[in-house]
């Protein structure tokens, strides 16, 4: 991955992470290296503002539940089961990715928390109204143009009360410190390449707000949040329990 790229545009490539016929030990270690990288750019933040937000807008509810897709590790949620300690929510979360490896990390890091559950499965595989709330964290930047759209949808309808994205500020501060950190903490291709190449895929509040536009979707709203990230907010509807 280059150390100079323009970024006025999102980037094209596909991550090496969107390849399903690679795998195996590799992938899991980068799993465990992406986790350590979540930590150092405040990686969940963003997720649990936005719950925070969508659970006072639908009444602020004693149970809560949130499906993640595209979820890795999942350990963006371990944010988000603290919060609900201190608001006093009854949470119950499904982590939901397409890979074994994932899932079988997301099944070794919680393995001692009931509140978690953990499904191989499509996002397009999902149901109707599965959960209250989906998220999904450093997910939608592997799409683009009406994919993108359609992946949102999908979440949409697999929501009851609304989706809540937290991904990528494509900026030159943010691909450099991530490039740079890439190299310092790991030797996993993946993790040199895709971390990188996950800031040039990310957005800007222009991107956003197209997505707004051709979702039809008035109510959404996307914040910036530290380090370089944004939460997005698309309430599907808003009542009150």
């Known amino acids: 991955m280059p150390f100079f790229r323009t970024l006025s545009v999102r980037a094209k490539e596909d991550e ?15 799993l465990k290296h992406l986790r350590r990288l979540n930590r150092i750019f405040a990686a969940p933040g963003p997720t649990r503002d936005g719950v925070e ?8 509810p004693r149970k809560l539940s ?3 897709v595209g ?4 350990d963006v949620n371990m944010k988000l089961l603290e919060w609900a300690d201190r608001k006093g929510i009854e949470l119950d979360i499904m982590l939901v990715d397409m890979t074994e490896e994932a899932c079988e990390e997301a099944r070794q890091l919680f393995r001692h928390e009931p509140r978690v559950r953990v499904m191989r499965a499509d996002l397009q595989e ?8 989906v998220t999904g964290s450093q997910f939608v930047h592997h799409f ?16 009851r009360y609304g989706v809540v994205i937290n991904d990528i500020h494509r900026h030159p501060v943010s691909y450099t410190a ?6 310092m903490i790991s030797r996993n291709r993946y993790i040199r390449h895709d971390g990188p190449l996950s800031v040039a895929k ?21 914040t910036w949040k530290p380090l370089f990230r944004y939460s997005v907010v698309i309430p599907k509807q808003v009542i009150s329990r």
């Open 178 to 183: 991530v490039w740079v950190m890439t190299r």
């Open 71 to 74: 979820a890795g590790s999942g």
């Open 53 to 60: 937000k969508l659970w006072q807008a639908i009444g602020q």
């Open 66 to 68: 949130i499906l993640d």
């Open 16 to 30: 090496l992470m969107d390849d399903f016929s690679m795998g195996g030990a590799e992938l899991s270690e980068a």
């Open 202 to 222: 990310g957005f800007k509040g222009s991107d956003w707000q197209e997505l707004k536009q051709r979702l039809q979707a008035d109510a959404m709203t996307y």
């Open 126 to 133: 999902i149901a109707d109204a599965s959960a209250d709330i």
């Open 144 to 159: 683009d143009g009406q994919q993108l759209v359609d992946m949102v949808d999908h979440m949409r309808r697999a929501s």
